[in-house]
């Protein structure tokens, strides 16, 4: 059996796992709470980025003073992020009618999911063009694809909107972030603009799928039953 027919098999098997692994990207922040509030210091939202709490050393980076006791969490929580993402899209890819465009929005959030495991294998104080170029396919890629998925998937219109504001949003604030302008947001705050919105519509659209299939198990339990 061939690689994507395997696939296509396990997801008909198990439909709610792609749906579930998206839903369980919650433990991105949940992660980030608790790596944080483990800091001697106090950690900035505005000041200091994400990285910083993969960051494995102790003292003064760029300008941030940066300590992280439980960075070993906060990197699990990428690798394990990244996963979700790259599996999570070859999964629900399988719901929807396959055209050139929705695979292309697909392969682009998995390939933001391979992304994501480079941040968390490489922290931001060991080999910084890896972290850099992990970080861009996220930031980059990801919100792109979620652009290109909301134009091109038979979901609702609400969905799609939410979809197209998400990246479009994302990607702004990108442009602002790169070329170091926070307005009055901080790096971090800035980045967060960035980041936060991708995992929030990953949380959403599992929870969009799994709603579906729970539905269709009642309707086909309803119907078994009459």
């Known amino acids: 059996m061939k690689p994507f027919e395997m696939v296509k098999t396990f997801h008909d098997r198990y439909p709610l796992v792609g ?3 998206w839903m369980l990207s919650v433990q991105y922040f949940l992660a980030q709470f608790f ?4 800091w001697s ?3 900035s939202l505005a000041n200091n980025t994400i990285s910083d709490l993969g960051n494995t050393a102790c003292g003064i980076y760029g300008q941030r ?3 992280s006791p439980l960075h070993s969490l906060m990197n699990a929580s990428f690798i ?3 996963i979700f993402m790259a599996v999570g899209s070859l999964l629900i890819y399988q719901e929807f009618k396959k055209t050139k465009v929705s695979l292309i929005g697909f392969s682009l959030m998995a390939i933001a999911g391979v992304g994501t495991i480079l941040v968390g294998l490489f922290p931001e104080n060991t080999i910084d063009s890896l ?3 992990g970080a861009l396919l996220p930031f980059l890629l990801g919100n792109i694809g979620i652009v290109v998925l909301g134009v091109s998937l038979t979901v609702p219109k609400s969905l799609r909107i939410y979809s197209v504001l998400t990246g479009a949003i994302a990607l702004a604030a990108l442009i602002f972030y ?6 009055g947001l901080g790096q971090g705050g800035m ?3 960035v980041a936060y919105p991708q995992t929030i519509w990953l949380i959403v659209f599992g929870i969009y799928i799994s709603k579906n299939h729970t539905i269709r198990i009642l309707r086909k339990h309803s119907n078994t039953k009459n």
């Open 65 to 67: 003073f940066v300590c």
């Open 191 to 193: 980045e967060r603009i």
């Open 131 to 133: 972290h850099v170029i």
């Open 178 to 183: 790169v070329s170091d302008k926070y307005l």
């Open 41 to 43: 210091s106090a950690y």
């Open 80 to 82: 394990t992020l990244g």
């Open 35 to 38: 790596v944080a509030s483990a």
């Open 19 to 21: 749906p579930i692994m």
